[in-house]
């Protein structure tokens, strides 16, 4: 029994770090993308040198961001039939389906159209280069829509039937790719992506004015470049901060319906209660059931969970019993880490509202001109001031604090991204498919406590070394800023410069 709960334990650990490392590259990536491809669209339809500049400048961040996220990903890919060969065997026909659909559509647009977008300055016309970021922007956010519909599977098993053979087999692609909870966890996945991006793009910005500032540099391009980007990124934080919320609001109710135990979790709630109190802190004995201390919103829990101030929520002990005369004995408890669930919920909001909420504040104190009194007002290439009224600038303390606090905090979301997942990963325990498999029951049963710490060690020292290698090219690219590169001249034609038909195209071999 000992054995076999280590054999778990050591997959579940190896599973949690290799994949939570791996989720900070993906959000990330997927707003860079669509931010990147905003940035070029702006200076296609406008331009002007200050949207190059930062294209050039966010999608060196994109492509270093994205290289190390494909790398940590392939290392999900051996998991699976290295430590839970048993998951594998049973969901095999049906967690292939949409990694398939992944691995042939989405990151065919990837790697196909991200080469095309690297080489393709200067040798592609405009609008042919531009369409290859929207094409990697799209690929990313297919890729991300194929993996949570595996995922969602997961949490609620759709459109399948176990075989003879004990396997589950997919009798409806349509009800795994379509289904209630793939559409809002990608909804919300998506939403979190932006925001997380927004405010990765608003700290690197708002690092590049204040160096520019205490400097007294006078570099417009450079201004202009980080002035954009600067109010790119507060608008997508607050516009998805907002969105994030309405997601999680309707994942969250999704959640109830189909997983009562984690809803339950996330709020410490061990007896069923109506009206049910949403819990903002409580302390209590797990192994008894109950909070000693608690301090809770009344009725916000029922709202939540059903729309309704005053339904039912059922509790932690009830759920439990429904559970064991449902399923038997297939698991020992049916109850996940409770502080894990209570408190990587709160992070994951606390971290995420409060970058939406840094965001709004950043928004008005850079607001537009037209907002300020003449006086106050700057132009497009010189350094913003931070308005507090029309006529009121903030003072100087004030001023240095809220940039350092753009920078400080332009990480939060990856946090709450983290915290997101661990809570809705831990939040289903114990089951690997819920009501289907436990996860005990989907660890390789041939693989050795030796094999697993030495995967383990290798894994965790080779993530390690990436993270090393990602933060400081990041930290050097991230700190040089736009480059003095001119946007080109001319817009190149597929035929050459000189419009002789019978000439190579510029980029071919």
């Not at 579940?12 to 990147?36: D, E, K, M, N």
């Not at 996220?69 to 699976?80: P, S």
């Amino acid at each position: 029994m000992e054995l076999a709960l280590a054999h778990e334990t050591m997959a579940r650990w190896q599973f949690g770090i290799t994949t939570v490392y791996h989720f900070l590259f993906v959000p990330l990536t997927i707003s860079l993308a669509f931010l990147t491809a905003g940035l070029q669209t702006a200076w296609v339809r406008t331009d002007k040198a200050k949207y190059f500049k930062a294209t050039k400048f966010w999608g060196k961040l994109l492509l270093i961001n994205l290289a190390l996220g494909v790398a940590t990903g392939i290392v999900q890919e051996f998991q699976f039939g290295m430590n839970w060969s048993a998951y594998s065997k049973f969901v095999g026909d049906i967690f292939g389906a949409p990694l398939a659909m992944e691995a042939l559509l989405a990151f065919f647009f990837e790697s196909t159209f991200i080469g095309l977008w690297i080489f393709g300055w200067e040798r592609l016309p405009r609008r042919i280069h531009l369409g290859c970021i929207w094409m990697v922007a799209i690929g990313t956010a297919l890729s991300a829509y194929f993996i949570l519909a595996a995922n969602s599977w997961m949490q609620h098993p759709v459109g399948y039937t176990v075989g003879a053979n004990g396997r589950a087999q997919l009798t409806d692609i349509g009800k795994v790719l379509f289904q209630e909870t793939t559409l809002v966890v990608v909804f919300h996945t998506l939403t979190a992506a932006f925001l997380t991006g927004g405010a990765f793009m608003v700290g690197i910005a708002a690092y590049q004015l204040r160096r520019q500032h205490r400097s007294q540099e006078t570099d417009a391009a450079k201004i202009g470049a980080m002035r954009a980007s600067l109010r790119l990124g507060l608008v997508i934080t607050v516009i998805f901060g907002i969105g994030t919320a309405v997601s999680g609001d309707s994942l969250g109710k999704v959640m109830f319906r189909q997983q009562p135990m984690k809803m339950a979790a996330a709020e410490a709630l061990w007896d069923t209660q109506k009206p049910a109190p949403f819990s903002i802190f409580a302390y209590g004995n797990v192994n008894q059931g109950r909070n000693t201390i608690e301090l809770s919103v009344p009725g916000l829990l029922s709202f939540l969970a059903t729309s309704n101030f005053h339904d039912a929520v059922p509790g932690i002990n009830d759920i439990q019993a429904q559970e064991r005369a449902k399923y038997g004995d297939k698991a020992a408890s049916y109850e996940p880490n409770i502080p894990t669930a209570f408190w990587g919920f709160r992070w994951m909001i606390g971290f995420g509202m409060t970058s939406f909420a840094i965001a709004a504040a950043g928004l008005w104190l850079t607001r537009k001109r037209f907002w300020l009194a003449p006086e106050h007002r700057r132009g497009e290439t010189e350094l913003p001031l931070l308005m507090l009224t029309r006529s009121r600038e903030l003072g100087p303390f004030l001023t240095t604090w809220a940039w350092r606090i753009a920078i400080l905090t332009m990480g939060f979301p990856l946090i709450a991204n983290s915290w997101g997942w661990i809570f809705t990963e831990t939040g289903r325990q114990p089951w690997a498919v819920y009501g289907l498999m436990t996860t005990a029951d989907a660890v390789s049963p041939t693989v050795s406590i030796a094999e697993q710490i030495t995967s383990l060690t290798i894994f965790t020292l080779l993530y390690a070394l990436l993270a090393v290698i990602e933060i400081r090219l990041m930290i050097t690219y991230a700190k040089a800023g736009p480059t003095d590169e001119e946007p080109p001249s001319q817009d190149p034609t597929l035929r050459g410069p000189s419009g002789d038909a019978d000439q190579p195209l510029a980029f071919a071999y």
